[in-house]
């Protein structure tokens, strides 16, 4: 006996396979992390004197196309991890600020030559396809990491001096 054959879907009526947008597919679209800025500038910092540090806290739109869908995405950074590069780390949740309303520093104990810090930010994610109003949140979390060039930790030895008698030949 012959049994009887479904008959083939038709491929107007045939949905899509749903969507699905991973933290790996936005973590491949996230090439600069959230910036580091150090206060004050330059590549030397002074013992014992507070560093500022601080990076941006935007949230990054972007956009890209999976499945032949264009998808918009937003990542926002939610905590940041700070390695000062002396074996101690901060983790917060706040950005930190410039001067005078800092509120990330830290103050090195020893001096060194080749001092890198580096910054983790950890991001979460939502998508939703290009002209849409339905986000979906991204399962897991995105993290990225910069590092500063080498930088030197330098001890400044404050000398006391009575330039009177300097200046009146004494």
Known sequence: ????????????????????????????????GSGITLQP???????HMPLIA??????RTLTTTIANTTIDI?????TYTWNWGDNT?????DPGHPYPNHTITHQ?????????????????????????TNWKPITGYITTTQTTPPLT????????TND??????H
């Not at 500038?41 to 013992?47: E, K, S, V």
């Not at 937003?74 to 939610?78: C, L, N």
């Not at 090195?108 to 849409?132: C, D, E, F, G, V």
């Not at 930790?153 to 006391?160: A, F, N, S, V």
């Open 74 to 78: 937003e990542a926002t950074p939610t």
């Open 1 to 32: 006996p012959t049994r009887p054959t479904a008959p083939a879907p038709d491929p107007a009526t045939t949905t899509p396979p749903p969507l699905i947008v991973t933290a790996h597919d936005i973590a491949t679209l996230i090439v600069d």
């Open 108 to 132: 090195y104990t020893t001096t060194n030559n080749n001092t890198t810090i580096t910054l983790t930010t950890t991001w979460t994610a939502r998508y939703k396809p290009t002209n849409t």
């Open 54 to 59: 601080h990076t941006n806290p935007a949230t």
């Open 41 to 47: 500038p330059g590549n030397t910092i002074l013992l």
């Open 89 to 93: 780390t901060t983790t917060t949740t």
């Open 164 to 169: 009177t008698q300097h200046h009146h030949n």
């Open 153 to 160: 930790i330098h001890r400044l030895t404050p000398y006391l």
